[in-house]
């Protein structure tokens, strides 16, 4: 199984930028896709974005293309989100998850390993 730690959240005004680190430990990181999702106050879970077991395919939800960024070094088992032209409806507790296979799924229950969550706050 695998375990993930967040960091690298904060606050930051609107048009900067923040990179969130996913730091795993446990066995087989490589096998696994890796996915970011948040959660704002009063809504639902949603994906963000997520990387494959190779790092070759990537998937972005509409709302971040162009300005979020995700990368993995699975010889140090980390995987980043580099989020830049952060707008306030960014805001939302950051997760990672390790996903069942090897490439991405769009779905929650895709995943059964999950960090603790990184808090981004993005003023206006």
């Known amino acids: 199984e695998v375990q993930l730690v967040e960091s690298g959240g904060g606050l930051v005004q609107a048009g900067g930028s923040l990179r969130l680190s996913c730091t795993a430990s446990g066995t087989s990181f490589d096998h696994y896709a890796i996915g970011w999702f948040r959660q704002a106050p009063g809504k639902a879970r949603e994906v963000v974005s997520c990387?494959?077991?190779?790092?070759?395919?990537?998937e972005y939800t509409d709302s971040v293309k162009g300005r979020f960024t995700i990368s993995r070094d699975n010889a140090k088992s980390m995987v980043f989100l580099e989020m830049n032209s952060l707008k306030p409806e960014d805001t939302a507790v950051y997760y990672c998850a390790s996903a069942l296979t090897s490439w991405c799924s769009s779905r929650s229950r895709g995943y059964d390993s999950w960090g603790q969550g990184a808090q981004v706050t993005v003023s206006s």
């Open positions: 990387i494959s077991s190779s790092g070759h395919t990537t």
